[in-house]
């Protein structure tokens, strides 16, 4: 079962998140965000490029304009490659694990792949960023202290979900999470 919704992110700006059930312990949960915009890629290309001009004619150096359109076009392809992620997929299985992808706008993916025997609790936390936001984060269980936690990996970095959508995303976990914990487990 697949379905759609949408939802915004701290900013105001749109969310998709796509909810797939492939059985009762699998589930994937893909939050898409906006692409590049055509806007503000022309208000920065301009800005450089203006700048550039202003150099140019204090200088009568054709090297800055040729600088400019470089530099300009080295700043895209490393935003677009390293910075940009256009979609951040949670896929979770309650016997096997968590991974983690995010899928960049120059079609680069980063994977993480967390086993489930180390995964303590999936929960919502907060954090003051210029305002009060939630996020996200899967907590791993320390392995010298059975109650203590050692790593907190934050989920959905990029896009920045509101509230709303992280509690979509944390109760499908913890059904998944209740649904592994009460699974007996063989010897």
Known sequence: MEDELSFSDIYGGRLALQRRYYSPSCREFCLSCPRLSLRSLTSVTCTVWL???GLFTLCENSMILSAAIF???LGLLG?????KIDQETL???DSLGIQLTSSYASGKESTTFIEMGK????????AIYMK?????????NDPADPHGISQ????????????????EVYRSCQEILAHQKAAPTSP
């Open 119 to 126: 995964v303590k609790d999936v929960i919502i936390n907060e």
């Open 91 to 93: 896929l979770i299985i």
């Open 51 to 53: 700048a550039a001009y």
């Open 152 to 167: 907190v990996v934050p989920v959905f970095q990029s896009a920045k979900p509101r509230l709303d959508c992280l509690i």
């Open 132 to 140: 009060v936001i939630y996020y996200l984060c899967i907590l791993l």
């Open 71 to 73: 530099i300009t076009l």
């Open 79 to 83: 935003y677009l490659h390293f910075v």
